[in-house]
C-alpha cells in the first residue's frame, strides 16, 4: 500500500501538471494519443505521456496524461493515477482515479525560466482553472509548480522536480 508522501507526491504532480488543471487516460483504452507534426504552440505537447513509476511499501503508481489537440493554440485531455499492486507498475491496475478531468488548455504566450523555453497556459478543468507553464526540454515535459511564486503575470516562477515522458 501507498504511503501518505507516495500518494501527496503522485497527487501533487498530477496537480503540477496543469497546475490546478488537468490532462487524461483514453477512455478505457491503452492506446497511446497520437502526436501532431505541426507547427502549432501546442503540437509538442499533444499526446500521451507517463510519470516514472514510484514503488512504496509493495505497491506502485504513476500518472498518464493524454492530450487530444482541438485547436493550434489549444488542447483537452485528462490526468489518470494508476496504483499498481507490486514495485514495478506493471500487470492491471488495481485502482484508478482521474486526478484533473475535463482539462482545457489554451496556449498565449511563452517565456524563459531559468533558461529554459517555456509555453504559458491558461487553463481549467473539473477541478478549477489556473495559469500553467510547460517546457519539453530532452523529450521531458516539464510542468510549473505551482505551489512557487508567481511572476508579475500570475505564472510559477520554478519548475516540479518531476518530469514525464512521452508514451508514444
Known amino acids: 500500500m501507498t504511503t501518505t508522501i507516495t500518494t501527496r507526491r503522485l497527487t501533487l504532480a498530477s496537480l503540477m501538471l496543469a497546475g490546478a488543471t488537468a490532462l487524461s487516460a483514453c477512455g478505457g483504452s491503452d492506446d497511446p494519443v497520437p502526436g501532431d507534426g505541426s507547427s502549432d504552440p501546442v503540437a509538442p505537447y499533444i499526446g500521451s505521456w507517463i510519470s516514472r513509476c514510484v514503488a512504496d511499501s509493495g505497491a506502485s503508481a504513476q500518472l498518464r496524461a493524454d492530450f487530444n489537440k ?7 485531455g485528462d490526468v489518470v493515477a494508476y496504483a499498481y499492486v507490486g ?15 475535463n482539462l482545457q488548455m489554451t ?4 517565456s524563459t525560466l ?5 509555453d504559458r497556459f491558461n487553463g481549467s478543468s473539473s477541478q478549477g482553472e489556473g495559469k500553467v507553464l510547460l517546457s519539453l526540454q530532452n523529450g521531458q515535459l516539464r510542468i510549473g509548480d505551482p505551489d512557487s511564486p508567481d511572476d508579475a503575470q500570475g505564472y510559477p516562477t520554478a519548475f ?7 508514451l508514444n
Not at 482541438?70 to 483537452?76: D, H, I, Q, Y
Not at 496556449?107 to 511563452?110: A, L, P, S
Not at 531559468?114 to 517555456?118: Q, R, V
Open 87 to 101: 514495485n514495478a507498475c506493471s500487470g492491471p491496475s488495481v485502482r484508478d482515479k482521474k486526478v484533473l478531468s
Open 114 to 118: 531559468n533558461g529554459l523555453s517555456t
Open 107 to 110: 496556449h498565449v504566450g511563452t
Open 70 to 76: 482541438t485547436g493550434a493554440n489549444s488542447f483537452t
Open 160 to 166: 516540479l522536480e518531476e518530469t514525464l515522458t512521452r
